[in-house]
């Protein structure tokens, strides 16, 4: 059985909420770099379950692209910035090397915040509104 597009948001932002849980859990164990890991998996998944309600059906695919830019010109004063610090929080990565108690903390504030901007912006926008 098909999944509907609703059920599959609900999924990117349940799996995104897991992994931003096990981020603060590796942070309180100060296992740092592991943590940044799982911030970034947050927010990759909060910031797929936006594009899947623009209408963006395989969000990482080429033929995304075109969807992406129409949906992101459509809503770039929303969307923008979300799509801004998942851009930067990648930027950041250095999955070669470890991670400060400082950084963690940083990666996990990040991750935090796109995921509850992306929780209200699907409140505020509900699926067939966008």
Same mark, same amino acid.
């Given at each position: 059985?098909?999944?509907?597009?609703? /059920?599959?948001?609900?999924?990117?932002?349940?799996?995104?909420?897991?992994?931003?849980? @096990?981020?603060?859990?590796?942070?309180?164990?100060?296992?740092?770099?592991?943590?940044?890991?799982?911030?970034?998996?947050? %927010?990759?998944? =909060?910031?797929?379950?936006?594009?899947?309600?623009?209408?963006?059906? =395989?969000? @990482?695919?080429?033929?995304? $692209?075109?969807?992406?830019? @129409?949906? *992101?010109? &459509?809503? /770039?004063?929303?969307? %923008?910035?979300?799509?801004?610090?998942?851009?930067?929080?990648? &930027?950041?990565? +250095?999955?070669?090397?470890?991670?400060?108690?400082?950084?963690?903390?940083?990666? *996990?504030?990040? =991750? +935090?915040?796109?995921?509850?901007?992306?929780? /209200?912006?699907?409140? +505020?926008?509900?699926? @067939?509104? $966008?």
């Amino acid at each position: 059985m098909e999944q509907t597009v609703r /059920d599959r948001i609900k999924e990117e932002i349940r799996i995104a909420g897991e992994y931003l849980d @096990g981020a603060c859990s590796l942070l309180e164990r100060e296992l740092f770099t592991p943590c940044v890991l799982l911030s970034f998996y947050s %927010a990759f998944h =909060a910031t797929k379950a936006v594009l899947l309600a623009g209408g963006v059906r =395989a969000p @990482g695919t080429r033929q995304s $692209i075109s969807g992406l830019r @129409g949906f *992101v010109e &459509k809503f /770039d004063q929303k969307l %923008a910035p979300m799509l801004e610090r998942l851009k930067e929080f990648k &930027k950041g990565l +250095r999955t070669s090397m470890e991670y400060t108690e400082e950084e963690a903390r940083f990666r *996990v504030y990040q =991750a +935090r915040e796109l995921f509850l901007e992306v929780k /209200d912006f699907l409140r +505020r926008f509900p699926i @067939g509104t $966008i």
